[in-house]
Every structure is written in structure tokens, then in C-alpha cells.
RNA sequence: CGCGGGGUGGAGAAGUGGUCUAUCUCGGCGGGCUCAUAACCCGCAGAUCGCACGUUCGAAUCGUGCCCCCGCAACCA
């Protein structure tokens, strides 16, 4: 069996997930669960990213320690993605000292043994207000804007990483193709990207880095991000403490946004050559979420929370506007209009709808049962179904999840105006007729379904029970011989006023 | 010359060399149906595909220039 290993980023937990988190993750569930599907022993890894200085002061602000305040922060992510039926087999913490440092340890004694961590000094302008280091670009006639102080010239010892030593051997990774970028256009953004990076540095003084994990041999130094948070990939399947990493590495695919991508498609594939690891087969890059088309943002006070969102519409109409109305690799849109808009457009009125009349149909018609006869299955129907199956494969292969929904609400459209067409519901028709009309329409409505399930779980599960069937199950070609027992259900999605 | 994305009927999007006399959804107008969640189906109106020049037998689609919007550049997916 072929084994496929997907993971999220790790999300910092600086303040509790907005909506873009849930898109994040909601594209990866869609995908592991699409894998799932095809048979495919799939492992789904989220997780929190749980250092550093910002966490440290955030913690203190709240009058929290910075293990008590991660750990309120982390469960208000883990239950997000329960809240949205994501699958994910594990959650990975980096301040998990069992699970985690041991990998983070490992990496950096491999990287070490190559050579490639070594001591320098780093130089930097120093804001004493903000207790960190100031960009130039940052500054406005060279004062803190912020602090309006001279920030100072510090230098101070760092270890670094030799990344440039793996630039000709990542440059041929992504123009060989052994690592695949989807779109296609990020993985120019990266070879670009590429061209003028540098070694980067690997750790920071306890001083000015006191929350996170010491470098191993000296306690002065702390670990920086790159190490401690991409390794969870890694530290999750057992790197460092077992050996059944080896069964799921490497990682199939990383599904992250474009904001993380250097460090995604620069760092961590440097990183991994450097100790001695393979390289991920793909990377999935998302684009960010604008809330009525502005930036979302803590000052306009505009962040939606998804939990909320849940609670008010329901998990899969959340879901699904998440993978309709955002374009997987592009940057989209959220607005409330848009969701109600999708919810009474598409779900109720479409899907929803669809499934009641047809329920209705062979409760009145056919007193509640349908004997699937391969010979009613007409034959315009079935070659409809075809080719929509492979469309919708196509986009979910290609990460164009929304897309891949496309194609699905066509064939529901069409079942509708087939339905409309052929009119089963006059009495006069001869049996046969009527019979070739509702299977068509039940072979499209077990196909949909099928396709479905990785996108919208539950709401599967309840088209499934009204024909008393486990629709994900089935192959639309070996319905021959199957029978439904339709009982007529309250609606899949009740209108929105 | 920092990097990237985008500008398509009233709104939102798809389409990235010929199949585009440009597609879909919402909205508007008209009609049909009654199995269904006032749902469903059909039809109509509405777009010089940001602007200019160019390449080509042929451009929304490629090139150049310009205008405008948005993001990244700062450990926010």
C-alpha cells in the first residue's frame, strides 16, 4: 500500500487561529482525505509552533508563564481543528520536551557532523525599546519610529548554517522536479528567491532568546526558529526517538502559504540535505485571506474567528466556502454576504434540494425503495458522470480544489435540469420510464457524494442515511444490484433568511 | 529599477494563442414546472476582456511601455 504523509505548518501561537488558519488547514484535510480515499495509508500533521521572544512577552502581558500561556493558546488551535472535522492523526508541539527536542537535537548534531554549523558574529542595530533587532528599512532617518531612540550597534556571537553550500543542489531539486511546487509560478518565486540567499543564523544568546531550546554543548545559545519549528515534520513520525520516521519520510507534501515559503523552499530542503535526509515531494503554496477585500487585521478589527463561524453556519458550509470561494494558490476573499450568498446558492438550493426532491420522488413513487437496475441507468447520464470524475480528479491533483467543486455542482445542475426534463413525477409515464429517470439520478447523487467526502464529510454522511447507504462506498459503475431504502430527511441545509 | 499577485457585463469570479460570435454564480427582466428547502428549469438584456503600441494568418490569452489596486519585504495561514 502506498503511504502518503501531509502536513500543515506549524501555527504560532502568538494569539488565538483566525480564518486563515482554518483555510490552512482545511485544504490539507481535503487533500490527506482525497488520499484516503484512493486507498492510500495517509498521515495528517498539524501542530503549534510554541518559541520564541514574541511568545515570552506575550505570555507576560497576559500575566501568564510562557508554558501555561502556550498551552491555552495550543488547545484553542487543536480544538479548531476538531471544530472543523479536520483528520489529522497528530498534533505536534514544540515545546513538547518528550516528542519533539529529541528530533531537534538530532538535526542539529547531523548538521553539525556535515560541517555546517558554524560560530560568527552577527551585527545588527538594537532597539533597546523594543528588545530586538530593527531592520534599516524599518528605521525613519535612522530612529526606532516607535521608540523615536537611536537604536545601537550591537554584535553579538551566533552559530549559522551553511545553507549556501546547498544552493546548486536545491536549484536542481526544483528544476528536476523532485520537488514539485504547486502553482507552478511559486516554484519560480523560489529559484528567484534562491539566487540571493545567504547562510542564515541557526541560534541567538540566551539573553535575548530565553524561551526555546538550548544549543546542544552550550546553554548560552538557543536554538533558533529553523531548526526547532520546521523539524516537527520530522520529530512527529519519531525522528530522534524511534525509527518509524523512516516509513513515512519523506514527507509528500507540505501545504503552506506563500508567506513561508522561503523558509519551506530554502531552509528546510538545505537543512535536510545537510543531514543526510530526503527531500519533501511537493510543496502546496495557499494565498492569504482578505476579509471585504482589506487586509485582515487586529487594528481594523476585522479578524474573523472560525469558530465562531462554525457555530453560526454549521462546519461544512464553512468548509465549503473556504474551498469554493478561494481559489487554493490564489489569494481570495471572505465576507459574509458571500458565505450566505454560497450557503442558499449552492448548498441549499443546489445540493440540498436536489437530494429532497429525489428523496420525495421515491418515497411517493416507488414506496421509499430503489432496486439499482444497471439498465435503467441511462446512458447520456453516465457519460456525464465520466467526464466529470475526470475533471474533478485532475483539480484535486492539481491543487485546484475549488475547482475540482466546480466540476461537481455541474453534474448536480445537470441532475437538476434532467430531473426537469423528464418530469418523473407524472403519473401517467410508464413505469420504466420512471425508473430510468430516478436511477440516472441516483447514480449522480452517489457519484457526487463520493467525490464529496474528502470536501464535506458530514454533510455526506447525511445524504448517505437519507438513502440508507454508505454512498462513499460505492463505484458508480457497480450500483448494479444495490438498493436504497430512501426515507426523506429534513434539509441538508435549511435557508438562510 | 526590491519581489509577487491582480485589473473580464451591475457585483464576484473562470478562461492564459484558434473550439471565445467570451463562460459561470449572484442580481435584473420574461416564461415554464409543481417532485422539491418560495426551491428547480428555460429564455432575454447587459462586456469595445485597465490603456497604448507591437508580434502573429489569428490575442482576453504572447511582448514592450504606461496607469491603477492589493499583498510580501517585519516568526500574522
Known amino acids: 500500500m502506498n503511504k502518503f504523509y501531509i502536513t500543515t505548518p506549524i501555527f504560532y501561537v502568538n494569539d488565538k487561529p483566525h480564518i486563515g488558519h482554518a483555510f490552512t488547514l482545511v485544504l490539507a484535510d481535503v487533500t490527506a482525505r482525497y488520499h484516503r480515499s484512493l486507498g492510500e495509508e495517509t498521515f495528517l500533521l498539524t501542530g503549534t509552533d510554541e518559541h520564541g521572544a ?83 528599512s524599518d528605521l525613519q532617518d535612522g530612529v526606532c519610529p516607535d521608540h523615536q531612540t537611536k537604536p545601537e550597534k550591537i554584535k553579538e556571537k551566533n552559530y549559522f548554517f551553511k545553507l549556501s553550500k546547498y544552493k546548486k543542489r536545491i536549484k536542481e531539486a526544483y528544476v528536476s522536479g523532485a520537488i514539485m511546487v504547486k502553482p507552478a509560478s511559486r516554484a519560480n518565486e523560489v529559484l528567484a528567491m534562491l539566487e540571493d540567499s545567504e547562510d542564515v543564523s541557526f541560534s541567538r544568546p540566551r539573553k535575548d532568546l530565553e524561551w526555546g531550546i538550548a544549543v546542544p554543548g552550550d546553554d548560552a545559545q538557543t536554538i533558533y526558529v529553523w531548526a526547532d519549528a520546521l523539524t516537527n515534520y520530522l520529530s512527529a513520525m519519531g525522528y530522534g526517538r524511534n525509527e518509524d520516521w523512516q516509513k513515512w519520510w519523506p514527507a509528500d507534501t507540505h501545504v503552506i502559504g506563500k508567506d513561508i515559503l522561503r523558509f519551506h523552499g530554502i531552509i528546510w530542503p538545505a537543512m535536510l540535505l545537510s543531514a543526510g535526509l530526503e527531500l519533501p515531494k511537493s510543496l502546496l503554496v495557499h494565498g492569504f485571506i482578505t ?10 478589527g476585522n479578524v474573523i474567528d472560525p469558530v465562531e463561524l462554525v457555530k453560526k453556519y454549521g462546519v461544512d458550509p464553512v468548509r465549503y466556502y473556504l474551498l469554493r470561494e478561494i481559489p487554493s494558490t490564489e489569494d481570495g476573499d471572505f465576507s459574509y454576504k458571500k458565505l450566505e450568498d454560497r450557503y442558499n446558492g449552492d448548498l441549499a438550493n443546489n445540493l440540498g434540494n436536489l437530494v429532497s426532491r429525489v428523496a420525495k420522488l421515491i418515497e411517493t413513487k416507488l414506496e421509499g425503495e430503489l432496486n439499482f437496475d444497471g439498465k435503467f441507468f441511462d446512458k447520456e447520464v453516465r457519460q456525464k458522470i465520466e467526464e466529470a470524475e475526470q475533471k474533478y480528479r485532475r483539480a484535486v491533483e492539481e491543487f485546484r480544489l475549488h475547482e475540482a467543486l466546480t466540476h461537481i455542482w455541474d453534474l448536480f445542475g445537470f441532475a437538476n435540469a434532467h430531473i426537469d426534463s423528464h418530469k418523473p413525477w407524472e403519473a401517467d409515464q410508464e413505469g420504466s420510464h420512471l425508473l430510468r429517470t430516478i436511477t440516472s439520478i441516483v447514480a449522480i447523487i452517489v457519484s457526487g457524494s463520493r467525490w464529496l467526502e474528502p470536501f464535506l464529510p458530514e454533510t455526506v454522511e447525511k445524504i448517505s442515511n437519507t438513502f440508507g447507504n454508505n454512498l462513499r462506498a460505492y463505484d458508480v459503475l457497480r450500483l448494479a444490484g444495490q438498493k436504497f431504502i430512501v426515507t426523506k430527511i429534513e434539509p441538508l441545509f435549511p435557508r438562510l433568511k
Open 54 to 136: 514574541k511568545i515570552a512577552r506575550a505570555a507576560e502581558r497576559q500575566g501568564e508563564e510562557p508554558q501555561q500561556f502556550t498551552d491555552r493558546v495550543s488547545a484553542t488551535f487543536s480544538e479548531l481543528a476538531k471544530i472543523l472535522n479536520v483528520s489529522n492523526n497528530e498534533f505536534i508541539r514544540t515545546t513538547d520536551q518528550e516528542i519533539h527536542w529529541p528530533g531537534v537535537f538530532k538535526i542539529w548534531e547531523a548538521i553539525k557532523a556535515s560541517g555546517d554549523i558554524y560560530e560568527s558574529e552577527y551585527e545588527g542595530l538594537y532597539c533597546v525599546g523594543h528588545e530586538a533587532f530593527m531592520k534599516k
Open 291 to 300: 476579509v471585504e477585500n482589506q487586509k485582515m487585521s487586529k487594528t481594523i
